[in-house]
């Protein structure tokens, strides 16, 4: 079973730019899909950001599209979200996931598709 440590979240002013890391443990990273999801105070967890087992294939949130882009270092066993032109409608607590894709070129957009979950990191956008 994988663990997920994610790292990089901070508070950024509006326009600015933060690189989200998720570090996964195991030997079997790259057997996984990897999501991004984010939570905002009161709201339900949603989905931003997955990237396929073999990091050919990505889906975005259509409102960070052109702002965040998601990559992933099997060799490194990390997934990463870089983030720019950050706005307040991005504060949330951002969480990574790794899930079981059907192929390898699949990503994974519920929730429920994901088996395992990082423990989150805070990224608040201010004025």
């Known amino acids: 079973q994988v663990q997920l440590v994610e790292s990089g979240g901070g508070l950024v002013q509006v326009g600015g730019s933060l690189r989200l890391s998720c570090l996964a443990s195991?030997?079997?990273?790259?057997?996984?899909?990897m999501g991004w999801f984010r939570q905002a105070p009161g709201e339900e967890r949603r989905f931003v950001a997955s990237?396929?087992?073999?990091?050919?294939?990505?889906s975005l949130l259509n409102s960070v599209k052109g702002r965040f882009t998601i990559s992933r270092d099997n060799a490194k066993n990390t997934v990463y979200l870089q983030m720019k032109n950050l706005n307040v409608e991005d504060t949330a607590v951002y969480f990574c996931?790794?899930?079981?894709?059907?192929?390898?070129?699949?990503?994974?957009?519920?929730?429920?598709?994901?088996?395992?979950w990082g423990q989150g990191t805070q990224v608040t956008v201010s004025t």
């Open positions: 990237i396929s087992s073999n990091g050919g294939t990505t």
């Open positions: 195991g030997r079997t990273f790259s057997s996984y899909a």
């Open positions: 996931a790794a899930g079981l894709a059907p192929l390898s070129g699949s990503t994974l957009i519920g929730p429920e598709e994901y088996h395992t």
